[in-house]
């Protein structure tokens, strides 16, 4: 178990911010999200899974995999096996060249070890298409940790990639936060019987329902810094 922890987890490292087949994902019905943020997020729409959906090791080989979106680099993730492959998956410049071990997955294996994807947030920067996608690493059935991808769509296919700079507020939002809480506070959606959403959605709200993102950030920092478990607890996750 432990050295199946290992080999997953140096799979997904640089995806982890410091912070068989599988029925194809229904067609995801985002809804646009107003945000403010330091920077401009052209098109932003948040989708929660739910349920969550699991990217199954199910492809054998590289040439297998599409890359037609960002599941599917997910999926070919934790399929891969090969230093080649691993680099399949990777921006031009950002291939590696250290070689590492590589975890073989059996068949009963991919029934149980796979990515959970709790929630997407799609948007635009630069002219380029970016998913930053929530998920849970799972092997024997058992969550391990949470972790954030960051998937960019170049030319015609989907790459794994890394946190631009000056983008560490939002990464950290989209990794710690509840997809539900989440989901509510960037649509500005309120509910009767729940104050402390309520709150978040008035502290951050920047009128028609704009939500910013920076005073999110700071709303979270400050629940951090004054210990206020309440609020943690109740809006974010564990991440181990």
């Known amino acids: ?25 229904k067609e995801t019905k985002t809804k646009a999200v107003n945000l ?20 199954l090791a199910k492809y054998n080989s590289k040439n297998e995999v599409s890359y037609n979106s960002p599941e599917d680099v997910l999926s070919s993730i934790i399929s891969t096996n090969s230093l080649e492959w691993d680099n399949q998956n990777r921006l031009p410049n950002k291939q590696i060249i250290e070689p590492k071990e590589y975890k073989v ?6 029934e149980t070890t796979y990515f959970e994807l709790l929630h997407k947030f799609t948007f635009i920067s ?5 998913a930053y996608i ?6 024997n059935n058992n969550p391990v940790l949470l972790a954030l991808a960051v998937l960019k769509k170049v030319g015609d296919r989907w790459y794994i990639d ?10 950290n939002i989209l990794w710690v936060f509840k997809s539900d809480k989440l989901n509510s506070i ?8 729940d104050s402390f959403l309520n709150e978040v959605i008035d502290n951050c709200n920047d009128g028609a329902s704009i939500c910013n993102m920076d005073k999110l950030f700071e709303l979270y920092n400050s629940w951090k810094i004054s210990n206020n478990q309440v609020m ?5 996750d564990s991440i181990f």
Request: aromatic share 12%; net charge positive.
């Open 1 to 25: 178990m432990k050295k199946n922890i290992s080999l997953i987890f140096i799979l997904v490292f640089g995806l982890v911010i410091n912070g068989l087949c599988q029925v194809p994902v």
């Open 36 to 55: 403010i943020s330091a920077f401009t997020l052209k098109g932003a729409s948040f989708y929660e899974y739910n349920p969550p959906y699991k990217a």
């Open 105 to 110: 997955l059996s068949l009963k294996e991919k």
């Open 126 to 130: 630069n002219g380029i298409e970016i």
């Open 134 to 139: 929530k998920y849970r690493i799972v092997e």
């Open 162 to 171: 890394g946190v631009d700079s000056g983008f560490e507020k939002i990464s």
């Open 186 to 193: 960037l649509k500005g959606e309120k509910k009767n019987e």
């Open 232 to 236: 943690i607890s109740y809006f974010t």
